[in-house]
């Protein structure tokens, strides 16, 4: 039996007790493949959540937030622990990134009940960035228009494709921001593919002068797990180590 990526441990709703433990998903299985050399902890807390009759209606969506804020904080400092690091949850910066422990860098994403956060040492790779998003909605495509370029498009993805381009271009804004400093749109950011196969894809994003190696997977379905490489390259600023 797998055993669950972060401890046990619990929290109340109307004086009911529930467990908090992070139980492994698949989705968290995939962006740990396409990453290999990046810690990732992760995975779904849905069997954390009091069943919705017990919860007012008008009340679930602050619940959901909650469980899935104390979530994200048991990955991340599950991923320092395991690195060496004080088990001391980052906090954010005004611009909405992490505030990573000097030397590192890292990503969090989240999407309904899952959630899934990357830490890395900065050396080889110079920042990271990762995405999650459900394939069937969310998305009006009326948002997406403007924000990606035909040419992007795979055409054997069919309409999963723009999804698909916007949590690669996500994941990639993850990952420039807190090195560039700068605010940008997706559609700035241009995306080549290499590789396409039916569920596991791989290309490069350009942005500016800079490129960021781009991976991303369709193997659970329903679900898009995508993630952004950023290697050392001129044209980044100095890292703060
Ligand atoms: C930041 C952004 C990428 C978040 O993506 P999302 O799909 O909405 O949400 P996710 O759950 O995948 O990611 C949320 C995480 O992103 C991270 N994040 C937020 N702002 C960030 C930034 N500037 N840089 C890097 N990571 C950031 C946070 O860690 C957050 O999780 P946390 O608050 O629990 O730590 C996106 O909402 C955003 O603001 N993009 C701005 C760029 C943009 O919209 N451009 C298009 C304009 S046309």
């Known amino acids: 039996m797998s055993k669950p990526d972060v401890q046990r441990d619990e929290w109340v709703h109307s004086q009911e ?12 299985n995939e962006i740990k493949d396409l990453a290999p050399n990046v810690s990732i902890v992760g995975g779904t807390f849905a069997h954390c959540l009091p069943a919705p009759k017990k919860v007012p209606q008008a009340e679930r969506s602050s619940v959901l937030e909650r469980v899935r804020r104390d979530a994200t904080g048991k990955c991340l400092t ?3 622990m395991a690195a060496g690091l004080p088990a001391i949850e980052p906090g954010h910066l005004p611009s909405g990134a992490r505030d990573w422990p000097a030397g590192y860098t890292g990503s969090v ?6 959630v899934v956060t990357a830490l890395t040492r900065i050396g080889k790779l110079r920042s990271v960035g990762i995405d999650v998003e459900t394939l069937d909605g969310g998305r009006e495509l009326s948002d997406i228009k403007g924000l990606i ?3 992007e498009l795979p055409l054997t993805l069919g309409t999963m494709g723009s999804v698909i381009l916007l949590s690669v271009k996500e994941a990639v804004y993850k990952a420039l921001n807190p090195v560039l400093g700068i605010r940008f749109g997706y559609e700035e950011i241009q995306i080549s593919w290499k590789d396409i196969a039916r569920q596991r894809m791989s290309g490069v994003a350009h942005f500016d002068r800079i490129t960021v190696d781009v991976r991303c997977s369709t193997a659970v379905p329903r679900w898009v797990g995508s993630v952004a490489l950023v290697r050392p390259q001129p044209g980044l600023p100095s890292p703060h180590v």
Do not use: E, Q
């Not at 007790?17 to 968290?28: C, F």
């Not at 994403?109 to 899952?114: A, P, V």
């Open 17 to 28: 007790v529930y467990t908090m433990d992070i139980r492994t998903d698949p989705l968290v």
């Open 78 to 80: 599950a991923l320092l």
């Open 109 to 114: 994403s989240h999407k309904g009940t899952k």
């Open 149 to 151: 370029a035909a040419d």
